[in-house]
């Protein structure tokens, strides 16, 4: 347990870290290229001046704060998160950012957003590239779904085979459950055996997900072999290999995990007989169920996954595809939150919500994917028109396009001051939902 923690933190620490160092990338290169001056560039935050380490370069104190919550680069001449206006005269430097022309003001502010976004398209690129795109066609699906604890709830079975999602024909079977959470008055068209109906989704099915984070909606059915065997465990013990196939527990016949889970579940503590099909043979061993009913081994499923191999070209452009999706994924996510679907506490999510959905060991398709998807959305939460973040400094760059005056640094010191107080407080409430989902989901 203790390890699986640390991992993820790892992993959670290092994807925060690249996203944060190249954010700030974003803002610091324009704002050198215009010659302005940059006094710090952190890694996580300084509170209290208090760091981990650092060195200074030219004008530029280079450092890694103790606070790993993001970190930001302070611009000369910028009302910005520190809070440091004392030194503000009222006649600017040309080395200070509000010395600047407005449109080197906003691609400074803007070229944060514009990394990220530059950061989720390239992982986004490289992912196709190296791993190509591993997908379940649901023609493949041949033995239905298990219905999971939330699945059973709405209506689901196991067995039965999700044919259409809103009336269209259901392509990848991925996509049978991540239509219903973004999008609004959605349904099932089920095949139960010879019978085929509609099943209404709720519409909070995503509130019924994070709710009941160690429950589930359903998974595909699948006949399987022996994968990874857990040292020292029962499964190693009792002599099962891999690639061994489970056909017979205790004299009964079943084929598919899900039924063999079931079957486990029923004999805690207790010895079984297996019969196995060892390369053509029938073997027949023992082994002991632990008290969590498991044996200690990972199924590897017998399904027909297809796998495409891509150039750079086409990598590139599902890449920016991929990319944008999350964009799409996020605002439909926002119109379900404004329109009463979802509740708002279950899309906030502090560190803890974030690093939790890291795997308990280093799988790099996957940490690129997360990191790449956190890359998107890091974009879009950035341009939300709130002071302190880059889309409230653009919300009261634009308005000087048009007049030619840009806001009083009394006006914008006040500004910061309210954004602070949104987003500590957003962060707070956000934090107090993820100890609660913690310890007490």
């Not at 029938?282 to 990972?298: N, P, R």
């Amino acid at each position: 347990m203790t390890q699986d923690i640390l991992i993820k933190a790892s992993q959670l620490i290092t994807c925060l870290s690249i996203l944060v160092i190249l954010h700030e990338l974003g803002h610091f290169i324009p704002a050198r290229i215009f010659k302005t001056r940059v006094e710090k560039f952190f890694l996580f935050f300084d509170v209290s001046q208090f760091k981990l380490f650092s060195f200074k370069r030219g004008d530029t104190e280079y450092g890694v704060g103790w606070l790993p919550l993001g970190g930001y680069v302070k611009i000369a001449g910028m009302v910005d998160e520190s809070m440091d206006v004392k030194n503000l005269k009222p006649i600017p430097e040309s080395w200070e950012y509000r010395a600047k022309p407005a449109w080197q003001r906003l691609i400074i502010i803007s070229g944060g957003v514009i990394m990220n976004l530059i950061l989720g398209i390239i992982i986004f690129t490289g992912i196709y590239l190296y791993w190509g795109e591993q997908y379940l066609l649901n023609k493949n699906v041949k033995y239905g779904i298990e219905a999971l604890e939330i699945g059973k709830q709405i209506g689901l079975q196991s067995g039965d085979k999700i044919v259409k999602v809103n009336g269209k024909e259901l392509e990848r079977f991925e996509d049978a459950l991540r239509i219903p959470i973004l999008r609004s008055k959605n349904s099932y068209t089920i095949q139960r055996g010879d019978s085929i109906f509609e099943l209404p989704i709720p519409e909070n099915l995503i509130d019924l997900i994070i709710e009941n984070s160690n429950q589930g909606v359903f998974t595909f059915a699948f006949k399987f072999k022996v994968g990874q065997i857990l040292p020292g465990s029962n499964a190693e013990k009792s002599g099962l290999m891999t690639e061994d196939e489970i056909t017979v527990i205790n004299g009964k016949n079943f084929f598919l995990f899900h039924e063999f889970r079931e079957e486990l579940m029923l004999n805690k503590n207790s010895e079984i007989k297996v019969e196995i099909l060892r390369r053509g043979s029938k073997k027949e061993i023992t082994v002991l169920v632990d008290s969590a009913g498991k044996i200690g081994f990972a199924p590897v499923p017998l399904m027909d996954f297809n796998t495409t191999k891509f150039g750079l070209l086409t990598a590139m452009t599902l890449g920016t595809k991929k990319a944008f999706g999350v964009i799409s994924d996020q605002y439909n996510g926002l119109k379900k939150i404004f329109r009463g679907e979802t509740k708002a506490k279950n899309s906030l999510g502090s560190f803890i919500r974030i690093g939790s959905v890291f795997d308990a060991s280093w799988d790099w398709r996957r940490f690129w994917l997360l990191t790449a998807s956190l890359s998107m959305v890091l974009a879009v939460m950035n341009v939300l028109p709130i002071p302190a973040l880059d889309g409230g400094h653009i919300l009261f760059l634009l308005p000087e396009f048009v007049t030619g005056k840009r806001p009083s640094d009394k006006f914008l010191e006040k500004a910061q001051w309210v954004g602070m107080v949104i987003l500590g407080t957003l962060m707070l409430f956000a934090l107090f939902n993820d100890i609660v989902w913690a310890f007490f989901s």
